[in-house]
Structures are given as structure tokens and as C-alpha cells.
């Protein structure tokens, strides 16, 4: 998700407890709705974590809230894609569950899958075109990822 420095600018954030410093929360997704007048949307945690959270909004002036990277992410290529996407993951795995979401989150793509060499791909041909979200769950880790069917 990219940031600017205007109103639109929500960040989640995460705190273990009261003494804890807040964290801007990483691993969220953010699906636009509505018009861009209505400024609706819908986020998405990937892992909820005990604690307090609250929404902030993202200011480059901010201090004393450090960014949180607890997860590790996919590759994609070729971002756009026309008829095969390569999906290369951060570490190896022998089994994958993979799942692809259009726009409105509806399930369009569901596989297991055995990578080969931390890498596989996934033909595109039946996507129409527009933006998709990749899901890829290895045991105990999920990892996700954006991308544009031309």
C-alpha cells in the first residue's frame, strides 16, 4: 500500500500494551470502495496480534513511531502480466496453499502447490483484466501480494 502525506493518509497500528510504543502495522491491505468522494474502504490483517490498535494518520513529521516488518514477501513478475505470473517466495517450502482475490475479494483462484526452487507460476489467461491480490500460506507463514492482469 503506498502512502502520501495527505488526509487520505490512514495507517494502522499495533501495540503490544500500555508501555509498549505504537508500531505502524505492515502486513494489512487496503481495498478501496465506493467512489473517491466516499473515501470508503475496507483493510485487511493478515495476523491479528494481541494488543491495543488504533488508526493514525501517516504524517512524514511523525516521531517516536518506528515501523514494524514482521513479514517476509512474495515476488511477483511480470507486474503487469499478461498470461503467466511467477511468484518466486523468500524462503523454501515443499507445499504451498495459493489463492488469488479479484477487486470486490471474491476467491477466483485456489491451488496447492510444490515449488520448485522457492518459485512457481500460475497462468493468467482466465483472469479478466484488472487488479488482484495472491495469498500463499506455508505452514505456519502467509505471505500476500498485488498485482495487474493486462
Not at 503490544?16 to 505504537?22: H, Q
Not at 467512489?35 to 494518520?57: E, H, M, S, T
Request: without cysteine.
Amino acid at each position: 500500500m503506498g502512502f502520501t502525506t495527505t488526509e487520505d493518509s490512514l495507517v494502522l497500528l499495533h501495540r503490544m500494551d500500555e508501555s509498549a510504543e505504537w508500531a505502524v502495522v505492515n502486513n494489512v491491505t487496503f481495498q478501496p470502495g465506493g467512489n473517491l468522494k466516499d473515501k470508503v474502504g475496507l483493510f485487511r490483517l493478515q495476523k491479528l496480534l494481541p494488543g491495543d490498535y488504533a488508526f493514525g494518520i501517516r504524517d512524514a513529521s511523525m516521531v517516536g513511531v518506528k515501523e514494524e516488518n514482521t513479514s517476509p514477501t512474495l515476488s511477483i513478475f511480470p507486474n503487469p502480466v499478461d498470461d503467466e505470473l511467477v511468484i518466486t517466495l523468500p524462503f523454501p517450502t515443499q507445499a504451498a496453499e495459493v489463492s488469488v482475490y479479484d477487486a470486490t475479494g471474491k476467491a477466483v483462484f485456489t491451488r496447492n502447490i510444490k515449488p520448485s526452487n522457492n518459485s512457481f507460476s500460475i497462468k493468467t489467461a482466465f483472469l479478466t483484466n484488472g487488479a488482484y491480490s495472491i495469498l500463499v500460506k506455508t505452514g505456519d507463514k502467509t505471505l500476500t501480494g498485488k498485482f495487474i492482469k493486462n
